[in-house]
Nanobody, 124 residues
């Protein structure tokens, strides 16, 4: 059974760069039919899609992040990585990775596979 697990720092200082990894087990990320997304949920707010990547390297980014977001894939480790630059306290959220046939993921549906999420706090 495919599983996704997020990992990375739980605390980041303002203006620094956040890097999170999503490790996929039970299935190769080298699939023509799947996209691999990062989604976050700030406290008390809705899910916010950040971007996605296909194994070929094609990426799709939410322009609301104003180019602060970068997503990359490492086939050898079966991982994909989120990089978020110039973080502020507004970036405090639970961050999720997900597998979907959709490029843009804003709502959980049964056909998608999500990690359990990781809490990231931006604070001095």
């Amino acid at each position: 059974q495919v599983q996704l697990q997020e990992s990375g720092p739980g605390l980041v200082r303002p203006s620094q760069t956040l890097s999170l990894r999503c490790t996929v087990s039970g299935e190769s990320i080298g699939s023509q039919y799947h996209y691999w997304s990062w989604i976050r949920q700030p406290p008390g707010k809705d899910l916010e899609w950040m971007g996605s990547i296909h194994w070929s390297g094609s990426t799709y980014d939410n322009p609301s992040f104003k180019s602060r977001t970068s997503i990359s894939v490492d086939m050898s480790k079966n991982q994909f990585t989120l990089t978020l630059r110039s973080v502020t306290p507004k970036d405090t959220a639970v961050y999720y990775c997900a597998r979907s046939t959709r490029k843009i993921v804003t709502i959980k549906i049964s056909d998608d596979v999500w990690g359990q999420g990781t809490q990231v706090t931006v604070s001095a």
